[in-house]
């Protein structure tokens, strides 16, 4: 009785499991704050610490709790979590400026990362060189340098083919590894599921304070290998934009035609309708690949495609009305448009017959496009009209179309996939790169590689519910 009265025995504390805060931000409050206060940190390495020293007896009895709290009988919570109050998404304090960012996480569904492949085997051959040691028995053709760096193992498969709690504090682990401003000691965010909260594809996650413009601009945090490497191991794509007021009441939106508004290339569409020569269609198909890859000069590249069409008779273009494309989503999303008063143009390096005809079937109110030159017996003469409606009369006509209508260029979205959309997209306040080539992926300031560009609206941070209501 007397040793369990000692005092070492009353300064050994034991530790008591029901204070300590869970450490799950979604479960509790939506909150995530890295553990930079050891003091508020609690978890196993603190409980064998302060267990460290002490006996382990059998607890006291439990008695409820009868109203009048005691020195034996303190009052306590059995269940629940420790909770704080903050302020992470409310306006700022009198004579300061909100400096958030936010981060829409979209999941590729439709282009889910395969599963690592084994590595190929050659063909048996006589060859006294194992066929699983060398990429090649010819040893003429044994490559001098180093097989390309793999791709980060994909992680959705293992833990689901959503947007999961591990890819949010993943992602937003990654996110903490950058400074922030001065004079800020720890960062807060929150999340909202914009559709399904079981197994979201849609996760906007708002981080206070945005990372240090002084080390890391937006967009260079845009263009961050870290960034692109979540994008491979999750599957999915980051839209990092500034949570302004101009991010959710865009005014204008500004599409590029070929692979956007429809999946196909009207050029390569033409050139495949002539059976002599029987190339013709490859080489123009070839030429109109590098060109979108920003690999050849677009203007010199269009006319000189458009001199192979040379004799096609210009009712070709209400023959290929029936065979266009359109992506999936695209008339969805117009009609959301529509209901939000904002404004649409299709600006394409296509053809202005083909350009016009569908802007007035989606209801898109401007439309501009190439104009090829038709001889007297209505057939092509291979040459274009005018300016040709590349890379720097898009952006010319952007300007145009947003000072017309009384736009701020902060609310002005630009949807396109090739080289030649590049200064389009940086011209407008969001530019989105939409199943792009790779260069104009990096450039652009979002990206998306989905199936539907309904996605579009989610960057607007409208979620599934507001969509529906917008597409019904």
Same mark, same amino acid.
């Given at each position: 009785m007397a040793a369990d009265d000692s005092p070492a025995k009353q300064a050994s504390a034991r530790p008591q499991l029901s204070s300590m805060r869970t450490s799950s931000y979604l479960k509790e409050h939506q909150q995530y704050r890295p553990p930079k206060h050891p003091d508020s940190h609690f978890g196993i390495d603190t409980v064998v610490e302060d267990l460290q020293g002490s006996r382990i007896s059998p607890p006291k009895t439990f008695s409820p709790f009868n109203g009048v709290p005691s020195k034996d009988e303190p009052p306590r919570i059995l269940e629940g979590a420790s909770?704080?109050?903050t302020h992470p998404n409310c306006a700022p304090s009198r004579?300061?400026?909100? *400096?958030?960012?936010?981060?829409? %996480? /979209? @999941?590729?569904?439709?282009?889910?990362?395969?599963?690592?492949?084994?590595?190929? $085997?050659?063909?048996?051959?006589?060859?006294?060189?194992?066929?699983n040691l060398a990429p090649t028995t010819n040893i003429e053709s044994f490559p001098l340098e180093p097989p390309a760096a793999a791709d980060p193992e994909p992680l959705d498969h293992l833990y689901g083919s959503y947007i999961s709690p591990l890819c949010i504090t993943s992602f937003l682990h990654l996110m903490s590894t950058f400074p922030?401003?001065?004079?800020?000691?720890?960062?807060?965010?929150?999340?909202?599921?914009?559709?399904?909260?079981?197994?979201?594809?849609?996760?906007?996650?708002?981080?206070?304070?945005?990372?240090?413009?002084?080390?890391?601009?937006?967009? *260079?945090?845009?263009?961050?290998? %870290? /960034? @692109?490497?979540?994008?491979?191991?999750?599957?999915?794509?980051?839209?990092?934009? $500034?949570?302004?007021?101009?991010?959710?009441?865009?005014?204008?939106?500004?599409?590029?035609?070929?692979?956007?508004?429809?999946?196909q290339e009207v050029i390569d569409l033409l050139a495949a309708t002539i059976r002599d020569p029987p190339d013709l269609g490859a080489k123009v198909a070839g030429i109109t690949h590098r060109a979108m890859l920003g690999e050849l000069?677009?203007?010199?590249?269009?006319?000189?495609?458009?001199?192979?069409?040379?004799?096609?008779?210009?009712?070709?273009?209400?023959?290929?009305?029936?065979?266009?494309?359109?992506?999936?989503?695209?008339?969805?999303l117009l009609k959301a448009f529509k209901r939000l008063g904002i404004k649409t143009a299709v600006l394409s390096g296509g053809f202005l017959p083909l350009t016009s005809w569908l802007a007035g079937e989606l209801g898109i109110d401007y439309a501009h496009a190439n104009e090829v030159v038709i001889d007297d017996s209505g057939r092509l003469t291979g040459e274009v009209k005018g300016r040709i409606v590349g890379r720097e009369r898009k952006?010319?006509?952007?300007?145009?179309?947003?000072?017309?209508?009384?736009?701020?260029?902060?609310q002005v979205v630009a949807v396109g996939d090739g080289a030649n959309d590049l200064l389009m997209l940086d011209t407008a306040g969001l530019g989105v790169a939409w199943n792009a080539?790779?260069?104009?992926?990096?450039?652009?300031?979002?990206?998306?590689?989905?199936?539907?560009?309904?996605?579009?609206?989610y960057l607007f941070g409208l979620n599934s519910e507001e969509v529906d209501m917008l597409t019904a």
């Amino acid at each position: 009785m007397a040793a369990d009265d000692s005092p070492a025995k009353q300064a050994s504390a034991r530790p008591q499991l029901s204070s300590m805060r869970t450490s799950s931000y979604l479960k509790e409050h939506q909150q995530y704050r890295p553990p930079k206060h050891p003091d508020s940190h609690f978890g196993i390495d603190t409980v064998v610490e302060d267990l460290q020293g002490s006996r382990i007896s059998p607890p006291k009895t439990f008695s409820p709790f009868n109203g009048v709290p005691s020195k034996d009988e303190p009052p306590r919570i059995l269940e629940g979590a420790s909770h704080d109050f903050t302020h992470p998404n409310c306006a700022p304090s009198r004579g300061t400026r909100s *400096d958030r960012l936010v981060a829409t %996480l /979209i @999941y590729k569904s439709a282009l889910r990362a395969p599963r690592a492949a084994p590595s190929p $085997r050659l063909a048996s051959s006589n060859s006294d060189i194992p066929a699983n040691l060398a990429p090649t028995t010819n040893i003429e053709s044994f490559p001098l340098e180093p097989p390309a760096a793999a791709d980060p193992e994909p992680l959705d498969h293992l833990y689901g083919s959503y947007i999961s709690p591990l890819c949010i504090t993943s992602f937003l682990h990654l996110m903490s590894t950058f400074p922030l401003p001065r004079g800020v000691d720890e960062a807060t965010s929150s999340h909202r599921c914009l559709d399904d909260p079981e197994h979201p594809l849609v996760v906007e996650l708002t981080l206070s304070p945005a990372p240090s413009p002084n080390y890391l601009s937006l967009a *260079d945090l845009r263009k961050h290998e %870290l /960034i @692109y490497r979540f994008e491979r191991e999750w599957n999915v794509d980051v839209a990092l934009q $500034r949570d302004t007021l101009w991010r959710r009441y865009p005014r204008l939106v500004v599409f590029d035609m070929d692979s956007t508004l429809i999946t196909q290339e009207v050029i390569d569409l033409l050139a495949a309708t002539i059976r002599d020569p029987p190339d013709l269609g490859a080489k123009v198909a070839g030429i109109t690949h590098r060109a979108m890859l920003g690999e050849l000069e677009f203007d010199s590249a269009f006319r000189e495609r458009v001199a192979l069409l040379k004799g096609l008779p210009a009712t070709i273009f209400e023959q290929l009305r029936p065979v266009l494309d359109i992506t999936k989503g695209v008339p969805e999303l117009l009609k959301a448009f529509k209901r939000l008063g904002i404004k649409t143009a299709v600006l394409s390096g296509g053809f202005l017959p083909l350009t016009s005809w569908l802007a007035g079937e989606l209801g898109i109110d401007y439309a501009h496009a190439n104009e090829v030159v038709i001889d007297d017996s209505g057939r092509l003469t291979g040459e274009v009209k005018g300016r040709i409606v590349g890379r720097e009369r898009k952006q010319e006509l952007l300007l145009e179309i947003a000072k017309k209508e009384g736009v701020s260029l902060e609310q002005v979205v630009a949807v396109g996939d090739g080289a030649n959309d590049l200064l389009m997209l940086d011209t407008a306040g969001l530019g989105v790169a939409w199943n792009a080539k790779p260069r104009v992926q990096l450039e652009a300031s979002a990206r998306l590689n989905g199936e539907s560009l309904v996605d579009l609206l989610y960057l607007f941070g409208l979620n599934s519910e507001e969509v529906d209501m917008l597409t019904a």
